[in-house]
């Protein structure tokens, strides 16, 4: 487990765990001018926000009311469907996900538009907030095999809540390997509480998540 930030280390910083990269989120940082945009902040990665096309899945995005958004990309070299499954075979993201403890899926087979599952991240305690497990449940609302996902869902924990965090992942591939983009949101009291805390808690997450992503579809594709 990472070690934790004092600044994030708050009902925002536990709540960027559970839809972001988990415990994982409180060990990086997102700069202060994409936490306080209201456009859709550009990781480290990505260009201008104002020459990348939108995050979409058969033509859906994030909540485009959602006043916590974070956006980036990553270049994996590894093919397109190792890429795609390793990300979309959620029952498997502890293997390479530290901070994801469990994750199950709630229906069988593929996952396709409609399945649902149920993920579990621990939060650690805080001057503020008890230690919790902070449970998510996300419903694929939109999926296009070895291209495209989106889910969407609610997180709980004791003291914790996010109403509807959307979360949409392209795959493009690409010269040199396969173009990952992804897009979060946020909505809620909480998160909404302070947008530019809750912005580089989101950054920080997916940063790491999309870090992971990259590493492990590598070695596997190395293999």
């Given at each position: 487990m990472y070690a934790t930030r004092p600044r994030l280390g708050t009902h925002l910083a536990a709540l960027a765990?559970?839809?972001a990269a988990a415990g994982s989120v409180l060990?990086?940082?997102a700069s202060p001018a994409q936490a306080a945009s209201g456009q859709a902040?550009?990781?480290p990665a990505t260009?201008?926000?104002a020459h990348t096309p939108a995050v979409e899945c058969r033509g859906q995005g994030v909540d485009p009311d959602a006043r916590v958004r974070y956006r980036s990309e990553v270049m994996i070299d590894a093919p397109l469907s190792t890429v795609f499954k390793t990300q979309t075979d959620v029952e498997q993201w502890p293997s390479w996900q530290d901070a994801v403890l469990t994750s199950e899926r709630l229906d069988s087979g593929p996952l396709r538009t409609g399945s649902s599952f149920t993920w579990t991240t621990p939060v650690p305690a805080t001057?503020?907030?008890p230690a919790t497990t902070l449970e998510i449940t996300s419903t694929v609302q939109n999926?296009?095999?070895n291209h495209c996902v989106r889910w969407t869902g609610p997180a709980d924990g004791e003291g914790i809540h996010i109403d509807e965090g959307t979360h949409v992942w392209?795959?493009?591939k690409v010269k040199g390997g396969v173009l990952v983009r992804t897009e979060e949101t946020w909505t809620g009291a909480q998160a909404e509480a302070d947008v530019p805390a809750s912005t580089e808690a989101l950054?920080?997450?997916?940063e790491i998540w999309l870090k992971d992503l990259k590493a492990t579809a590598e070695a596997r594709a190395a293999c």
């Open positions: 765990l559970s839809l060990t990086a940082t902040p550009s990781g260009s201008s926000p001057p503020s907030t999926l296009q095999r392209t795959f493009t950054g920080a997450g997916l």
